[in-house]
């Protein structure tokens, strides 16, 4: 089995287990006595300190996902949830290749927006190689481009009552829109991006056209597709049920997915 197929409790026990064993070594001689001697017990308090960085590095809320290389890419970036969102609004929208497309901006901003995919393209733009880890058991390698959604929020102007941001999507699974949100930490992040792009191909629409969250510190449910409207709230009460995202508010799936 490689990482790509690991989920990720089993990663998480996997980088675990690693601390554990270099912890564990000099117990394994069999030798109380061996426990009193000073370089003994100096590795010992080397796996302690190993043991408290590797917490640090899988809770550091800061901390970049890791980015891989072009030869890491998956020869297939499979799509997830909604392939194609219904109605003939967005159809429309598809077949003139996303060119009346809007994301609104809006919430608690000083500067309410209305982004066309030209705007959105005309900002700075960021390009990253990360894997896509879906609760669901798969993984995948793919390679976005998009604006870092910090540079959008800096464009509206976030006014300091903000306190989530909400991504609202065109599409809808059952009777209700998808949705998501993410606390400012993740929003501001220099790897949550609004990507138009996937391995250097416009997005294609059942991976979420003509605009899609990547926020790479979490889970996939949390990527959301088809984005039309992203709200800065000061609380997620009265957005659906009050959890934060669609499978949030219906299933047991964490409203904070961290990898
Ligand atoms: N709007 C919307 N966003 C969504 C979903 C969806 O059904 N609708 N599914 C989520 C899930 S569970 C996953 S794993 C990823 C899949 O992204 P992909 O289709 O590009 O693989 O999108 C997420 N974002
Ligand atoms: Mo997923």
Known sequence: MNDLTLPRRQLIARAGSLVA???ALPLL???????????VRKILSMGEKMHRASQRALTDRDALAREFARTDLSPVFRSNGTRLPEGDAYAAHAARGF???????RGLVARPLMLSMADIRAMPQRTQITRHDCVE??????????????????????????????????????AAEYYESCDLIDALHPQTILAWALNRQL???????PLRLRIERQLGYKHAKYLRAIEAVASLEKVGAGKGGYWEDRVDY???AGI
Do not use: H
């Open 21 to 23: 064993a270099a912890g």
């Open 203 to 209: 997005l294609p629409i059942a991976n979420g056209a």
């Open 254 to 256: 964490e409203w904070y």
């Open 137 to 174: 058991g798969w993984s995948a390698i793919g390679e976005w481009t998009g604006v870092q959604l910090s540079r959008v929020l800096a464009a509206a102007e976030l006014k300091g009552s903000a306190r989530y941001i909400v991504f609202r999507c065109a599409d809808r699974i059952g």
């Open 99 to 105: 060119a009346d497309w809007r994301v609104a901006v």
């Open 29 to 39: 001689s069999g030798c109380d006595a061996i426990n009193e001697a000073p370089a």
